[in-house]
């Protein structure tokens, strides 16, 4: 039986949103995927008036193929409760997109007992509150994964790297356990990497200037060698493909951070 002019058009349109969806679906799995952190100073960008205090956010896309880029929302002083309670989570979770990643490091401030505004207690209010940012970042089908912090400069009498977070780490692994999150053991690993490097070694990967003895913040040596760490993870992970990274095993050239002006 043949069909009119007219039923042959009217199949067509009927046929159109279904061919305009599956172009959609190919454009948005071809959509380059954003990795956005969420997290503290030790993370975040720094400026012109800061350097050369660098956040290891600011090295992350030299280890990253330019279809990964990285938006990092990281800000100083912020734990994982002021961070939600400025809005921060909000923002990400308003720009986050389905495939996108959001890698969550916090503790430094969390752990300030004397702070009501930023202190949460590690088995209760900590795990509370990072829960908001898997739960967010999941209802928006993005990937969410928790990154232990990264360690300070602490060293024993022995010359031993101590560690100073606390129950904070575990608390995180035993979510990420919980919830099945990737898990980036970023404190361990730093840990391991300032035992290696010794008490005088590690100076030089830290905010060590002539005015300023900053054992919890990096320089441009240590922002890399922690941004390294954090890319390994992802892969061992398999957050990450192979074909997603890019200069794990290479020297990268210290000239390549930079500082904008600062900020208004």
Not at 110 to 126: A, G, H, N
Not at 139 to 161: I, K, M, S, W
Not at 234 to 253: G, Y
């Given at each position: 039986?043949?069909?009119?002019?007219?039923?042959?058009?009217?199949?067509?349109?009927?046929?159109?949103?279904?061919?305009?969806?599956?172009?959609?679906?190919?454009?948005?799995?071809?959509?380059?995927?954003?990795l956005y952190i969420a997290g503290d100073s030790t993370a975040a960008q720094k400026y012109a008036d800061a350097a050369p205090e660098t956040g290891?956010?600011?090295?992350?896309?030299?280890?990253?193929?330019?279809?990964?880029?990285?938006?990092?929302?990281?800000?100083?002083?912020?734990?994982?409760?002021?961070?939600?309670?400025?809005?921060?989570?909000?923002?990400?979770?308003?720009?986050?997109?389905?495939?996108?990643?959001?890698?969550?490091?916090?503790?430094?401030?969390?752990?300030?007992?004397?702070?009501?505004?930023?202190?949460?207690?590690?088995?209760?209010?900590?795990?509370?509150?990072?829960?908001?940012?898997?739960?967010?970042?999941?209802?928006?089908?993005?990937?969410?994964?928790?990154?232990?912090p990264v360690e300070r400069r602490r060293f024993d009498a022995d010359g031993n790297a101590a560690p100073s977070h606390g129950d904070y780490p575990?608390?995180?692994?035993?979510?990420?356990?919980?919830?099945?999150?990737?898990?980036?053991?970023?404190?361990?690993l730093s840990l391991a990497l300032w035992q290696k490097l010794g008490v005088e070694e590690t100076k030089k990967y830290f905010n060590w200037t002539?005015?300023?003895?900053?054992?919890?913040?990096?320089?441009?040596?240590?922002?890399?060698?922690?941004?390294?760490?954090?890319?390994?993870?992802?892969?061992?992970?398999?957050?990450?493909?192979?074909?997603?990274?890019?200069?794990?095993?290479?020297?990268?050239?210290?000239?390549?951070?930079?500082?904008?002006?600062?900020?208004?």
């Amino acid at each position: 039986m043949s069909l009119t002019r007219r039923q042959v058009t009217g199949a067509a349109l009927a046929a159109l949103p279904l061919a305009l969806g599956a172009v959609g679906t190919a454009q948005a799995s071809g959509r380059r995927r954003t990795l956005y952190i969420a997290g503290d100073s030790t993370a975040a960008q720094k400026y012109a008036d800061a350097a050369p205090e660098t956040g290891w956010g600011m090295a992350l896309p030299f280890f990253l193929h330019r279809d990964r880029p990285v938006a990092n929302h990281a800000v100083n002083g912020r734990s994982s409760k002021s961070f939600v309670d400025e809005g921060r989570l909000d923002v990400v979770l308003d720009a986050i997109r389905p495939g996108d990643l959001l890698l969550i490091q916090f503790a430094h401030n969390d752990e300030k007992t004397t702070d009501p505004v930023r202190y949460t207690e590690p088995w209760t209010t900590y795990q509370d509150y990072l829960r908001q940012y898997v739960d967010g970042a999941r209802a928006r089908g993005a990937r969410p994964v928790l990154a232990t912090p990264v360690e300070r400069r602490r060293f024993d009498a022995d010359g031993n790297a101590a560690p100073s977070h606390g129950d904070y780490p575990a608390a995180m692994r035993a979510l990420a356990g919980q919830e099945r999150v990737a898990l980036l053991d970023i404190q361990a690993l730093s840990l391991a990497l300032w035992q290696k490097l010794g008490v005088e070694e590690t100076k030089k990967y830290f905010n060590w200037t002539a005015t300023e003895q900053d054992n919890t913040h990096f320089n441009p040596p240590g922002a890399i060698a922690v941004a390294r760490l954090v890319v390994r993870e992802l892969l061992r992970t398999r957050v990450l493909a192979p074909r997603e990274v890019r200069r794990l095993d290479e020297e990268i050239p210290e000239s390549w951070i930079t500082w904008p002006p600062a900020t208004a």
